[in-house]
């Protein structure tokens, strides 16, 4: 049964953008490649407001999660997180030998400049962290960690923008950090399947003197075939013509237009949470693509079967607080109505459910 989802991801993808995958299949050494590839680059640039470079690769955002590290650090990292895709930041980074120091908030806190309050000292050569943790619905303001950072040394600083990035303004331009990593499936609206890094200069510097980047990852090897517009490998021909013509979507919406979308229905969330037994994230950094309630005694099981039998699919909690919450997804291509219209029918089930 065809499911309509307000997940966290992969997210809803419209059949226009389906369509868009079906063009005839190109080689990814010829002409008809590096104009696409040279299109995305760009719109990428202007709809983020960066100069930054924009490398792609075929996969899950985990790759560049891991690629920055591989090149922006030799040893010493700070791993700052708050919830699930923190902790998983922090697991990569160990395991690719990297010695990381851990400091943690509460879940359903955002970090905070007081939570790293002397911890960047001058052997810190990275400091990597979630904007929007998947897994509590918390949004943290870049903003506030990397002048804190930046107060105390100079570091890398690398931001995990997976549930965050085109739903939510992270202003580049003045945060000036040096990796953004995101990827296709969740406030793109694509299927899943590219990973996405926007990279300072200052990375790219300090790439050329770490050593074991790998080959994959290796952001000296990506911009030397990304600034002919030629990928390192072979990509996903069909995912990048959806990926261009959702740039072209994006910009005829403007972004300021998406980001207030995405507060309108993040909003429309947290007022029916009342219904139940409200959200789980602190008030002042709550996510506006994704909406952590708390279940409280609500039979989630039952209630999203329900719900999905009528067409329509949320996701369930995610590690620490996977019992004790749901989510919603509301980011992408939805509408402050097709929210509306969740919620009406989340309304219904939940009176059958009582």
């Known amino acids: 049964m065809s499911r309509e989802l307000f997940t966290v991801g992969p997210v809803n993808v419209e059949p226009e953008v389906l369509q868009a995958m079906t063009r005839p299949m190109i080689t990814h050494r010829s002409k008809d490649y590096k104009a696409l590839h040279g299109s995305i680059i760009e719109k990428f640039k202007k709809l983020l407001d960066t100069d930054m470079d924009i490398f792609i690769v075929g996969g899950s955002a985990s790759i560049f999660l ?29 395991l690719n030998g990297k010695n990381v120091k851990e400091i943690r908030a509460p879940w359903g806190k955002a970090m905070k400049p007081a939570d790293i309050e002397g911890a960047v000292d001058d052997t810190i050569e990275a400091v990597h962290f979630v904007s929007n943790e998947s897994s509590t619905g918390v949004l943290s303001s870049i903003e506030d ?64 003197e770490v050593k074991n980047k790998g080959f994959y990852t290796d952001l000296i090897k990506l911009k030397k075939n990304n600034d002919e517009n030629y990928a390192l490998t072979t990509p996903p021909v069909s995912l990048m013509y959806a990926l261009d013509f959702q740039l072209d979507r994006m910009a005829s919406e403007g972004m300021a237009s998406r980001y207030g979308r995405h507060k309108e229905m993040g909003d ?17 950094y709550m996510s506006n693509t994704i909406g952590v309630l708390n279940r409280g005694t609500l039979d989630f099981e039952n209630f999203h079967k329900s719900l999905k039998s009528k067409g329509y699919e949320i996701s369930g909690g995610y590690g620490d607080v996977k019992e004790t919450t749901f989510r919603i997804g509301h980011m992408g291509d939805l509408t402050p109505e097709r929210i509306k219209g969740l919620l009406s029918v989340m309304d219904e089930t939940l009176e059958e459910c009582q």
């Open 268 to 284: 429309l969330v947290r007022k029916w949470s009342s219904k139940l037994f409200g959200m789980f994230p602190e008030k002042e």
């Open 66 to 94: 891991e690629g920055a590290i591989r090149n922006g650090a030799n040893s010493n990292v700070l791993g700052i997180s708050n919830g699930s895709f923190g902790e998983r930041w922090i697991e990569i980074s160990k």
């Open 145 to 208: 960690l990397t002048d804190e950072i930046r107060k105390q040394n100079d570091p890398l600083i690398f931001v995990d923008g997976v549930t965050s990035v085109t739903g939510v303004d992270l202003n580049l331009r003045k945060n000036d950090i040096d990796a953004l990593i995101f990827g296709t499936q969740k406030a793109l609206a694509l299927p899943p399947g590219l990973a996405i890094m926007a990279v300072s200069e200052k990375l790219m510097k300090k790439a050329k």
